[in-house]
């Protein structure tokens, strides 16, 4: 009968093109709309790391200076440079990292013009924690990380540029006076929040080259984020290498990820974060009461409101919006489905009981729900168009916001919900005709 | 086949009553063929709704072949229309957008019935009204006489054993309307039911029974011809109170 229903349902809907048009219109707009914003809700508020993010853990002390009163509630949201050092000795995460962004010039080969990009530095384990997709070659290992190694990996479009997409593992590139040998090149990345950097810049695109850690000091690469201090330098600390003025002073600049599957191990991560401020301030500094914080990811999305609170707003006020696209289009069903009362009551002499009659007519609304959908979800890509216009697309140009299976079907779903909203009471009135009233007879 | 007693059927129009039925009362045997004549108001159409299911009484007692059918849901009652009654309008009734097949089908969709079963039935029922080669037109491409057709065929498709007609030829002029009355009188004679509403004096006396009803009472007609046996012979209708 589902069949027969859909072909009597299409017979309707071509006996009143404009009608049906109007109400497929209706239907779309209200589906438009509602995919658009929230697919942007979607992907800002989606796991960003998935199958790791309920076990990566953000570290924060409260290394505020003494002077630093508005501030004392929350702590620092990064760690010093030295602190970072320290941290990544411990044995209890399966892994961790430290990084800070800074930026570089890029001398080409062949002596094309240098230009300058934004770079990471981190450690190895930078790249398994947050599921860094590769196209040639992998991360440096973890003795690169302590010797340090001047290698790099790099992005797919740094790649095309300097070497034609080429696989370029073990060639070098120069930054600033720096031969740095490529030792890997990643996969288009285009996360929709950079996960690894939830307190700085949480949508921008990640950096196209990833240096290690140590290699800080040595090419004297200075934090292009956010930074703080609150220690006044001690005459000539200024005239030490620069490595050594990492290790002396209190600039915050560093983010701090440790991997921590087991409950156990948050559990001992704080006591050996807590055990370490203890030590330090018996050295003056941590001068404030301890307030370390081992935070999942997903509550610091949470807390730094990387999903802006109006997309949420944004996303609910849309679907009220297709909710009354949907309650205005009931007087055009009703009015479409009294039109054929007589021939409702033809059916039900020759057999139909109301049920009959109710789920013939609910088809037809859902039918036209369904095409109203795909209707919606082609109005959303442009939708989509326009908020990735304003948000830019990342490198690469993978866009930011897309529509991914699941809300593909979320869209057919609120589709086939409006179209059951709209068609329902007028469905429930066509059916609850009595059968003798409309019949023509003498 | 059909058994009223004392059906009274009320219309409720604000503060007043009609009563379309009062205490109507008649029996209908099986592979009869009865006639139902009366002025313009005084329940024909009425009756043809309650004993066809489409309409509800408030008093009585209403048995359809056997069956107590007084108060039954609107499922079971719609599931009778689709297996044992047929109907049979003046203004023909088909679905317009539907071509002779689909409207033949529409019972039969009803029913349950697979294709191949849905498909023989239709193509014997519209050969029976000799409109085989109408299959596929619809019926705006058909005349008056040809749309009653189709409307008799939808009827034999389902094989009903009651077939409720209500001024089958009312629309249509004396030939085709002899042409109706004749498929009529051979659904009759093969053992269907017919209660058949008319204006026509001449139509009326081709049945077994003339019955005539006023102000929703009946008044039994003499039985113009012995049933079940032979074919009624056209004799003046005598009104017996």
């Known amino acids: ?442 | 086949m059909l058994k009223m007693e004392n059906v009274t059927k009320i219309y409720r129009t604000g503060m007043v009553e009609t009563r379309a039925l009062r205490d109507f009362t008649l029996q209908v045997e099986e592979g009869e063929f009865v006639t139902l004549t009366g002025p313009s108001g005084s329940g024909k159409t009425t009756f043809l709704n309650v004993s066809g299911l489409l309409d509800g009484f408030e008093q009585g007692k209403y048995w359809l072949d056997g069956l107590d059918v007084s108060r039954l849901s609107d499922r079971e009652m719609s599931r009778i229309r689709n297996e044992k009654i047929g109907f049979i309008f003046q203004s023909f009734n088909l679905i317009p957008d539907l071509d002779v097949f689909d409207n033949v089908d529409v019972p039969l969709r009803y029913r349950g019935l697979k294709a191949k079963e849905r498909k023989e039935r239709i193509e014997r029922a519209v050969g029976q009204v000799g409109l085989s080669s109408r299959l596929h037109h619809l019926p705006s491409q058909l005349s008056g006489g040809q749309q009653q057709r189709v409307a008799i065929a939808r009827v034999l498709a389902g094989d009903p054993k009651l077939i409720l007609a209500d001024e089958p030829t009312g629309n249509l002029d004396s030939a085709m309307a002899r042409e109706i009355m004749d498929i009529l009188d051979q659904v009759n004679e093969a053992g269907t039911t017919i209660i058949m509403v008319t204006h026509n004096p001449e139509h009326a006396a081709r049945a077994h029974r003339q019955l005539h009803i006023a102000d929703g009472r009946m008044v039994d007609l003499e039985r113009i011809a012995p049933f079940p046996l032979n074919r009624p012979q056209p004799v003046p209708a005598r009104a017996a109170v």
């Open chain 1, 1 to 442: 009968m589902l069949l027969y229903n859909a072909r009597l349902a299409w017979k309707s809907i071509r006996r009143n093109p404009m009608l049906s048009f109007l109400i497929v219109l209706g239907i779309a707009l209200g589906v438009g709309v509602s995919t658009t914003f929230i697919t942007a809700y979607h992907v800002l508020a989606r796991d960003p790391v998935p199958g790791k993010s309920d076990s990566l853990y953000y570290v924060r002390m409260n290394s505020w200076g003494v002077a630093d009163d508005p501030f004392l509630r929350t702590p620092p949201p990064l760690i010093t440079y030295r602190d970072a050092l320290e941290l990544l000795k411990s044995r209890i995460p399966v892994r961790s990292t430290a990084s800070f962004q800074s930026r570089a010039n890029v001398f080409p080969e062949g002596g094309a013009r240098p230009f300058s990009r934004d770079l990471r530095l981190t450690t190895a384990d930078f790249f398994p924690m947050f599921a860094v997709p590769f196209r040639y070659g992998g991360p440096w290992s973890r003795e690169a990380d302590a010797r340090p190694e001047s290698v790099a990996v790099i992005s797919s479009a740094l790649n095309d540029r300097l070497f034609g997409g080429a696989n370029s593992v073990g060639r070098t590139i120069r930054l600033e006076n720096h031969p740095i040998r490529v030792v890997g090149v990643f996969a288009p990345w285009r996360p929709r929040v950079r996960a690894f950097s939830l307190v700085n810049s949480a949508l921008d695109a990640p950096e196209e080259i990833f240096l290690p850690f140590a290699l800080a000091g040595p090419m004297e690469l200075l934090p292009h984020e956010f930074s703080m201090n609150w220690r006044t330098p001690l005459p000539g600390e200024d005239k030490l290498p620069y490595a050594s003025q990492l290790m002396l002073n209190e600039v915050i600049f560093v983010g701090f990820w440790a991997e921590l599957p087991q409950a156990r191990q948050v559990v001992d991560y704080k006591h050996f974060v807590d055990a370490y401020v203890s030590e330090q301030k018996k050295l003056g500094r941590f001068p404030h009461p301890a307030n370390n914080r081992v935070t999942s990811m997903l509550d610091l999305m949470e807390e730094m409101k990387v999903v802006p609170p109006q997309t949420k707003v944004l996303a609910a006020i849309s679907l009220l919006f297709l909710v009354v696209a949907a309650l205005n289009l009931i007087g055009l069903f009703l009015g479409k489905f009294l039109a054929r009362a007589a021939t409702v009551g033809v059916r039900r002499a020759l057999g139909a009981s109301r049920a009959t009659i109710f789920v013939q007519h609910l088809v037809e609304c859902e039918l036209m729900g369904l095409a109203g959908g795909l209707l919606g979800v082609l109005l959303s890509l442009a939708g989509l168009a326009v908020l990735n216009r304003v948000y830019g697309d990342g490198p690469g140009g993978v866009a930011f916001f897309r529509l991914d299976l699941p809300m593909v079907l979320a869209a057919v779903g609120l589709a086939l919900v409006a179209g059951a909203i709209a068609g329902v009471y007028p469905a429930w009135r066509i059916c609850a005709i009595p059968p003798a009233r409309h019949l023509k007879t003498q």
